[in-house]
């Protein structure tokens, strides 16, 4: 796995700086169809961790959609990341922020469950 | 005429104030019901009466208290030990599982320059965490409250026997108050921590969470005092009660002793024609209470290591795994998992000092009623 990732990676690599002196943004282009393959890539390689944990979720008899809103909170992150990394690599700054403004309240919005569960939980502690 | 009739009327009242003792060996289970020990068994978590069951003593009956079998209780113990271990070890694992996933999330956030979005990724999955061992941690917590609540109960019904006891065997009353004040601080620490303790200890819980979920609020300082008088309390509690159980210690045997042989002596050589029938007889009652009070002994022993010993196998357990989790997480310095996890592991240590101080207490009442008998 290691090994095409890093190859996927020095080709994009390669070929993005050889269209950088001819064609911008066809080097950006490149850059990004690299990183999206790569992203892909890694996430399907996580699916069978993920579908793994869920399952030893569910063996547990906890309530598996608090994990689900955690894989959920990563991977919003994580595109959020890739996006805000890609923006910035092309030296748009002003769009690097919107881009976390709006995975922050993604994973806000998603998370408003899991704090109302925690705040029932700790009320219902609280009354013994 | 009038010293027979006086006579007749003592030996009358003696009988009747013998009369339980003398068929005590028949009527252990009757200081076992008396003791509310069924009513308090019914209450028990299905857990516990499993624990009961496999130990042999499915049925409360002073015969199946002696019939236990030392390899059984302790296979039983192990085997509890197993099951806690074996249903804590999924949950931890997903809690590891989590702190594994957050290391995972920070780790994308280290080779960026500019702001990252990782960060925020820290309280949910303290949220996380929080939720997934709140199932576990409820039916904890729950079955630590209603230990402690049974041993209080037991603790109350312990004062009736004991008087009885005291009452059957001629005891001095100045002696017997020194074991009533030991047994009856217990009892006042016993609702203490079933009244003040648990709901303090919840409340910590509480707070400790919304402190790890929300670090701007900074409430691990409120958790941090409460623990701390929480502790203070306990201390104290600890103090008084072991205070009067030493001056108990070396106070009441003696006066006991000197005073129960003064009355079986005088009853054997100065009530003329039955007073030798009531010493001998007194042999008998003593013969029976020693059985009838080893009976309920052994079985009170036995019943609070019944309701102790999952409950503290369960919380210790959580504990280790708790520990070795905020360990894991502090390894991958986040900060928010691993106070989260080091404030659940400290407010189980709270719960088990409270029950682990409720055993001893218990040990120690028990240890008080069975001691009354070596006075006769």
Redesign the interface.
């Known amino acids: 796995m290691m090994f095409k990732i890093v190859l996927i990676a020095c080709i994009a690599c390669i070929f993005a700086l050889s269209f950088k002196k001819i064609n911008e943004s066809v080097s950006v282009a490149i850059l990004i169809a690299g990183t999206v393959i790569l992203a892909v890539f890694i996430i399907t390689h996580f699916v069978g961790a993920f579908n793994g944990m869920s399952e030893m979720v569910s063996a547990t008899g906890i309530n598996s959609s608090y994990l689900k809103i955690l894989f959920k909170c990563l991977g919003i992150s994580l595109v959020a990341g890739i996006a805000a990394d890609i923006c910035e690599d092309a030296g748009y700054t002003a769009l690097v922020s919107q881009i976390m403004l709006a995975g922050k309240v993604s994973v806000l919005l998603l998370c408003l469950p899991l704090f109302e569960a925690v705040l029932k939980m700790c009320i219902g502690i609280i009354r013994g | 005429m009038k010293k027979t009739g006086f006579f007749l009327v003592i030996f009358v009242l003696l009988l009747l104030f013998f009369a339980q003792p003398c068929y005590a060996a028949d009527e252990s289970d009757t200081y076992i019901s008396q003791s509310g020990i069924y009513e308090s068994a019914a209450a028990l978590e299905s857990e516990t009466k499993t624990f009961l069951k496999e130990i042999g003593l499915g049925e409360i009956t002073a015969q199946n208290v002696y019939a236990l079998d030392f390899f059984t209780v302790l296979k039983t113990v192990f085997d509890s030990f197993q099951n806690a271990f074996r249903n804590a070890l999924?949950?931890l694992?997903?809690i590891a599982?989590?702190v594994l996933?957050s290391a995972?999330?920070q780790s994308?956030?280290e080779g960026?320059?500019?702001?990252?979005?990782?960060h925020?990724?820290h309280?949910?999955?303290v949220?996380?965490i929080?939720?997934?061992s709140?199932?576990s941690f409820?039916a904890l917590?729950g079955e630590a409250?209603a230990g402690v609540r049974s041993a209080a109960a037991f603790s109350i019904s312990a004062v009736p026997i004991m008087c009885v006891i005291c009452a059957a065997q001629g005891k001095a009353v100045s002696a017997s108050l020194c074991s009533a004040a030991t047994v009856g601080i217990s009892q006042v620490l016993n609702t203490c921590f079933s009244v003040y303790f648990?709901?303090a200890a919840?409340?910590m819980?509480?707070l400790g969470?919304?402190a790890c979920?929300n670090n701007t609020l900074h409430l691990d300082k409120a958790v941090k005092l409460i623990r701390k008088y929480l502790l203070i309390f306990l201390g104290g509690g600890a103090l008084v009660y072991f205070t009067v159980l030493s001056v108990r210690t070396s106070v009441s045997s003696a006066v006991d002793e000197s005073t129960v042989k003064t009355i079986k002596f005088a009853s054997a050589n100065f009530i003329p024609v039955i007073g030798g029938a009531i010493g001998d007889s007194a042999q008998a009652v003593a013969a029976s209470l020693a059985v009838s009070k080893s009976t309920v002994g052994v079985f009170g022993l036995f019943c609070i290591l019944a309701i102790f010993i999952p409950i503290i196998s369960k919380i210790l357990v959580w504990i280790i795994g708790l520990e070795i989790c905020s360990l894991f997480s502090e390894a991958f310095s986040l900060d928010q998992e691993t106070v989260c996890l080091k404030h659940l592991a400290d407010t189980l240590t709270v719960f088990i000092v409270v029950i682990i101080f409720c055993v001893t207490m218990f040990f120690i009442n028990f240890g008080v009623l069975l001691t009354l008998r070596g006075a006769v």
């Open positions: 999924k949950t694992t997903v599982g989590t996933l995972f999330a994308f956030g960026t320059k500019g702001q990252t979005i990782q925020i990724l309280p949910v999955s949220c996380v929080v939720l997934c709140s199932a409820a917590i409250a648990i709901p919840n409340i819980l509480a969470i919304s979920a």
